[in-house]
């Protein structure tokens, strides 16, 4: 099994946070056919083949995601749209 495991620095006020967050989990939807939720601090996304959640601290985000065999193939552009998102909102 493969693991996505991010840790990106923010500034924002945690209602801006959190909404930068719901528009990453948005572009990942409309992307890989991801499912989210909220619970607490922490958004959850799920598809098959994929099980992850961003955790919302107050300095940083933590993403983390186990990948299923056939969802290893697609690690790398996974990762890269991740990242580019969180750049671009962060």
Same mark, same amino acid.
């Given at each position: 099994?493969?693991?996505? *495991?991010?840790?990106?620095?923010? $500034? /924002?006020? #945690?209602?801006?946070?959190?909404?930068? &967050?719901? +528009?990453?989990?948005?572009?990942?939807?409309?992307?890989? %056919?991801? *499912?989210? *939720?909220?619970?607490? *601090? !922490?958004? =959850?996304? $799920?598809? $098959?083949? !994929?099980?992850?959640? &961003?955790? /919302?601290?107050?300095?940083?985000?933590? !993403?983390?995601? #186990?990948?299923?065999?056939?969802?290893?193939?697609?690690? +790398?552009? &996974? +990762? =890269? +749209? &991740?990242?580019? !998102? /969180? %750049?671009?909102?962060?």
């Amino acid at each position: 099994m493969s693991k996505i *495991d991010i840790r990106h620095p923010h $500034s /924002l006020p #945690k209602a801006k946070a959190r909404k930068a &967050i719901e +528009e990453v989990a948005k572009k990942l939807a409309e992307r890989f %056919q991801m *499912d989210w *939720d909220w619970t607490g *601090d !922490v958004l =959850n996304f $799920s598809r $098959s083949g !994929v099980d992850g959640h &961003i955790e /919302l601290g107050t300095k940083d985000l933590h !993403v983390h995601a #186990k990948l299923g065999f056939l969802t290893a193939m697609f690690k +790398e552009p &996974i +990762e =890269n +749209e &991740i990242k580019r !998102v /969180l %750049q671009e909102r962060f």
